[in-house]
């Protein structure tokens, strides 16, 4: 993923995926290619930060049987962001129960998730707040 061409342009890394996708850690490291006008970190990039994370771990923790998409996603900027910026997702069991048995009968399942960017500091920069859109496919 970190030769993806939108993360790359962005200087977006991947740094840890877990091998059941239950966890994914993400970093954006400020540089002269990323900065807006002011000399932070461009609100584009930290809105990229958080995706498409969310739903590739829950199309590979469901499986092929599932239809998943982003459906919305909004971001609140709380401060000008600097040096490091991290996001970490993370998907429960409970989360992947809740989606599999709203759609055994194949309604739609719209979980929603909030993710935090924080700094190097650890101080809040942004909220992501992402709806994702889940449905069993029927044979």
Do not use: C
């Not at 200087?11 to 239950?22: E, F, L, Q, T």
């Not at 971001?75 to 048995?101: C, M, N, S, W, Y």
């Not at 935090?116 to 994702?132: G, P, S, Y």
């Amino acid at each position: 993923m970190n030769l993806w061409a939108p993360f790359r342009g962005a200087g977006i890394r991947v740094k840890y995926i877990a091998p059941d996708w239950s966890e994914v850690r993400v970093q954006l490291k400020l540089h002269w290619y990323n900065r807006n006008a002011v000399g932070t970190h461009f609100g584009g990039s930290l809105f990229a930060l958080t995706d498409p994370f969310y739903m590739l771990m829950y199309m590979y923790s469901l499986g092929a049987g599932y239809r998943v998409w982003d459906q919305t996603a909004s971001i609140r900027f709380i401060k000008p962001g600097k040096g490091i910026v991290r996001a970490h997702f993370k998907l429960t069991a409970d989360d992947l129960e809740q989606a599999r048995l709203a759609t055994q009968d194949g309604s739609k399942f719209i979980p929603e998730h909030m993710v935090q960017l924080l700094d190097h500091t650890e101080e809040l920069v942004a909220e992501v707040h992402k709806t994702i859109y889940i449905r069993r496919k029927l044979q």
